[in-house]
């Protein structure tokens, strides 16, 4: 079975500030995915970053990143220079080789709002 | 881009009704997937196919069924509405390749279906 936990409902951030949104992940596969999504009140999900359980170096798109810590199986994303259009839910999930289908498996979100 | 379009933005149907939502995308990918989500949830597969005419239970399939006539099209069906199947619902997409589980899924803007 696979299970995603995001600790923080909810949190704020002043604008061009960096925030860290916490993701940790429970899994037996062997070989797995771990993706963030970000979801805007319009309700459009967007996807963000991919780590591959495999890879030695942490993802970065653009003001994303990725702090994966494997052994603490944890997937924090960090967002540099945050604007006023980061205000939205996130979401951490994964996709593990073993789950059914390679179903996405998703965590609770996390409600960021960003500050001028 | 990948672009993955639902037919509908809201619709309200009365229960008992019969009621289709459409989904295609433009990618060309093998894998499609109906998640609804609601507050406190999350996010819930329900149903998922990775090959035209293949389907697979999610979840939560009770009072669904699916149907993919085409590889780019992935309809989900409420055979007779009820007002718990309120919701908003999920369309997304992603690309078969030998390792699934890195490929991430591409959502649609979703569905707010009312069911009064």
């Known amino acids: 079975a696979q299970k995603i936990t995001q600790t923080q409902p909810g949190m704020f951030v002043q604008e061009k500030e960096a925030v860290t949104l916490d993701c940790t992940y429970d899994?037996?596969?062997?070989?797995?995915?771990l993706f963030w999504y970000k979801q805007p009140s319009s309700g459009e999900m967007i996807f963000l970053i991919y780590?591959?359980?495999?890879?030695?170096q942490n993802a970065t798109e653009g003001r994303y990143s990725l702090n994966f810590q494997k052994a603490r199986k944890s997937a924090n994303l960090v967002i540099s220079a945050s604007q006023l259009g980061d205000s939205a839910m996130y979401f951490c999930?994964?996709?593990?080789?073993?789950?059914?289908?390679?179903?996405?498996?998703f965590g609770g979100g996390t409600r960021v709002l960003v500050k001028p | 881009d990948v672009k993955v379009t639902q037919s509908s933005r809201y619709l309200v149907k009365r229960t008992g009704e019969k009621v289709f939502l459409e989904c295609v995308q433009d990618?060309?990918?093998?894998?499609m997937f109906w998640y609804r989500q609601d507050p406190g949830l999350g996010l819930r597969l329900i149903y998922f196919?990775?090959?035209?005419?293949?389907?697979e239970k999610g979840d939560i399939p009770e009072g669904y069924s699916v149907s993919r006539e085409k590889k780019e099209r992935f309809s989900l069906i409420l055979e007779s509405a009820s007002t718990n199947q309120t919701s908003m619902y999920l369309c997304?997409?992603?690309?078969?390749?030998?390792?699934?589980?890195?490929?991430?899924?591409?959502f649609g803007n979703g569905t707010r279906l009312t069911v009064t």
């Open positions: 196919s990775y090959d035209v005419k293949m389907k």
């Open positions: 780590q591959g359980s495999y890879d030695q």
């Open positions: 997304a997409s992603s690309l078969r390749k030998g390792r699934d589980y890195n490929s991430p899924l591409h």
């Open positions: 999930a994964m996709r593990g080789i073993k789950a059914a289908g390679n179903k996405l498996t």
């Open positions: 990618m060309d990918h093998e894998n």
């Open positions: 899994t037996s596969d062997p070989s797995y995915g």
